[in-house]
T-cell receptor, first 116, second 113 residues
Framework: ETGVTQSPTHLIKTRGQQVTLRCSSQ?????VSWYQQALGQGPQFIFQ???????GRGNFPPRFSGLQFPNYSSELNVNALELDDSALYLC???????????????FGPGTRLTVL | TQLLEQSPQFLSIQEGENLTVYCNSS?????LQWYRQEPGEGPVLLVT?????EVKKLKRLTFQFGDARKDSSLHITAAQPGDTGLYLC?????????????FGKGTTLSVSS
């Protein structure tokens, strides 16, 4: 067990709705990254937060947004859901941003989002 | 554009066989990592390789980073059913600030007894 938890485990939404996914990082980890993993694909980087500020973003539209809180928890918000947003959403925590040096990321079990 | 190409995509073998999974790119990476992911769980880090030509061993698993830091391989000796899972390579592209790990699509390994 990595010490990273995510909620909920599964979620079903309809197209156009909004969703908030939550992640609790390992204690002491200042960096959280969010990934989208579609079926049969590797995880794709959405964005990274370091000390409560966005510290890098992948090729995802602005309707994907996030927040990081001082208590090592974070959120991923997705507005105007589309069918293609159906995926496993993973958060991963680390001590420092990965772009600074190679560090170990600890992944949570993910939230399976289905958009109908 | 998929920066990291993994092959094969699927592999089904018998217990005791050896196998090699490849991770290739035309880009240079500052480091490469290998993860294993089981159904319903997040990826778990197996190893990080940083130096070109580096070889690391983890019990029956041998990881190699190419000399030019563009490719890597994972070799499993005498595979066991417990090795079953999705194997992902992931790398930090060199000189690309503001990015995080780039993942390959993964290799799904099934080992039957």
């Amino acid at each position: 067990e990595t010490g990273v938890t995510q909620s909920p485990t599964h979620l079903i939404k309809t197209r156009g709705q909004q969703v908030t996914l939550r992640c609790s990082s390992q204690s002491g980890h200042n960096t959280v990254s969010w990934y989208q993993q579609a079926l049969g694909q590797g995880p794709q980087f959405i964005f990274q937060y370091y000390r409560e500020e966005e510290n890098g973003r992948g090729n995802f539209p602005p309707r994907f947004s996030g927040l990081q809180f001082p208590n090592y928890s974070s959120e991923l918000n997705v507005n105007a859901l589309e069918l293609d947003d159906s995926a496993l959403y993973l958060c991963a925590s680390s001590l420092v941003p990965l772009a600074e040096r190679t560090d170990t990321q600890y992944f949570g079990p993910g939230t399976r989002l289905t958009v109908l | 554009t998929q920066l990291l190409e993994q092959s094969p995509q699927f592999l089904s073998i018998q217990e005791g066989e050896n196998l090699t999974v490849y991770c290739n790119s035309s880009s240079v990476f500052s480091s490469l990592q290998w993860y294993r992911q089981e159904p319903g769980e997040g990826p778990v880090l197996l190893v990080t390789v940083v130096t070109g030509g580096e070889v690391k061993k983890l019990k029956r698993l041998t990881f190699q980073f190419g000399d030019a830091r563009k490719d890597s391989s994972l070799h499993i000796t005498a595979a066991q059913p417990g090795d079953t899972g999705l194997y992902l390579c992931a790398g930090l592209p060199l000189n690309q600030a503001g990015t995080a790990l780039i993942f390959g699509k993964g290799t799904t390994l099934s080992v039957s007894s």
